[in-house]
């Protein structure tokens, strides 16, 4: 029986945990062994991950939290660290396999260590991609790792796309569940508050991406995303609305063929298959009952109500760093609208404001460049945050 080495960036959130489960469903046809877990504000489930697995090394990114995690650990040997260092030492530690799951820009710095060593990723962190896509594809090429998308929607396209028929792609259909407000009236969505905005009808999910896909903003980011993942120009995607989350993702080919991958909303599969690729594995996920299902509903996406997918469309026609723009911008509101002091509509109004007064087409040289646009937009967002909470 072989063994595989792994390491999980972001072991404590839903993504994290989801590939904790899965591995312990691998292990009876491989050997596993997890090198490094890392987590945040978490520390009781880290430090519990931590002695289930025998990892290591176990880092929290809060400097301050070291002690506790420490404490925690005190009766074992696993090494211990934290701070935005010891998330790099993390990823850089010899490993077979990363799953990048740190939510947000957080994540970019530690799954490039992972990246560079020539580590396979199994890339969670959409930001990598729509922050610094060229950038984070070409360390990919040069480490020489697998890249392997763990998002649900291009995961699927990842399973259907035929690299030997690339000739023949014509477009990308990613498909999205609409969130929550669906229906809502921009007046209607104007009112709604954090703890609204977080019930996906769907996919059980992070309190950021959950948010983000209320807003269409996830999808936004999505769509950025899969520019980069599969070399497609802005106009060969689109987006479906597909409330029941059943179809993944869609391929379209220039026969007028359109290939699908299907599955229950279970993040499981995707995490499953990009860890085993290209085999599949056995998985006690829910398996798709057709009768039950009955059918399966499509709908145009709303681009007035939801602006974020515009705002996508843009920073891909712009190109260079614009992603980066948007979704620093865009984290920024996120947080504000979390922490109430926005409202919902006012995250994509605060982004296209940040996209306009930093409208430079030119593409970034280095990842310092990237971190440099990063933080100019986050101060610019964060100006007319504090300008509309004064206002209010
Ligand atoms: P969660 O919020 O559930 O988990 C995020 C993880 O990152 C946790 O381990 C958290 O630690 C850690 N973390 C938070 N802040 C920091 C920081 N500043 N530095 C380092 N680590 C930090 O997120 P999800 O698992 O939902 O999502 C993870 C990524 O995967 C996101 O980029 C998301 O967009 C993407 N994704 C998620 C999907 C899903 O179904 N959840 C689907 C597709 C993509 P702690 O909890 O200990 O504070």
């Known amino acids: 029986m072989s ?26 046809d491989e050997r596993i062994e997890v090198i490094a877990l890392t987590g945040n504000g978490n520390i009781a489930l880290l430090a519990a991950q931590a002695r289930v697995t025998g990892a290591r090394l176990v880092v929290t990114a809060d400097d301050e939290r ?21 998330l790099i030492e993390a990823a850089e530690m010899q490993s077979d396999w990363v799953m990048a799951a740190i939510v947000g820009t957080a994540g970019l710095a530690p799954t490039l260590a992972a990246t560079k060593r020539g580590a396979d990723i199994a890339l969670a962190n959409k930001e990598c991609l729509v922050s610094a896509g060229d950038l984070f594809l070409k360390a990919m090429r040069d480490g020489g790792g697998k890249l392997i998308p763990v998002d649900s929607e291009h995961n699927a396209i990842f399973q259907v796309l035929e690299e ?21 009236s921009r007046e209607e969505m104007a009112g709604v508050t954090a703890a609204t905005a977080r019930a996906h009808p769907n996919w059980s999910m992070g309190l950021k991406i959950s948010i983000d896909s209320a807003s269409m903003f996830n999808k936004a980011l999505e769509m950025i995303e899969a520019r980069h993942l ?6 060969q ?6 409330p029941q989350s059943v179809i993944h993702s869609m391929v379209g080919y220039t026969d007028g063929s359109v290939l699908a991958q299907l599955g229950c909303p279970d993040m499981r599969t995707a995490i499953g298959y990009a860890l085993s690729h290209p085999r599949r594995p056995k998985l006690s996920v829910e398996r798709l009952d057709f009768a039950r299902l009955a059918r399966l509903d499509f709908e145009a996406p709303d681009e007035v109500r939801f602006p974020a ?6 920073a891909m026609t712009r190109g260079g760093v614009q992603g980066a723009v948007l979704n620093a911008a865009k984290e920024v509101a996120l947080e504000a609208f979390i922490k109430d002091r926005i409202g919902f509509l006012d995250m994509a109004e605060i982004t296209e404001s940040v996209m306009e007064t930093m409208a430079s087409t030119a593409a970034a040289s280095s990842m310092d460049e990237v971190f440099a646009v990063d933080a100019e937009a986050r101060r610019r967002a964060g100006e007319i945050v504090s300008r509309n909470a004064a206002a209010a």
């Open 66 to 86: 070291y002690g506790e995690l420490k404490a925690a650990l005190a009766d074992t040997d696993i090494a211990v660290a934290a701070g935005r260092n010891g």
């Open 309 to 314: 997918m515009r705002l996508a469309r843009l």
């Open 230 to 235: 599969f070399n497609v120009a802005p106009e």
């Open 3 to 28: 063994t595989r080495t792994i390491t999980i960036l972001g072991s404590t959130g839903s993504i994290g945990c989801s590939t904790l489960d899965v591995l312990s469903q691998m292990r009876g």
């Open 164 to 184: 030997n028929q690339r000739h023949a792609l014509e477009r990308i259909v990613l498909t999205a569940s609409g969130g929550p407000f669906r229906t809502w």
């Open 237 to 242: 995607i689109e987006v479906i609305v597909h």
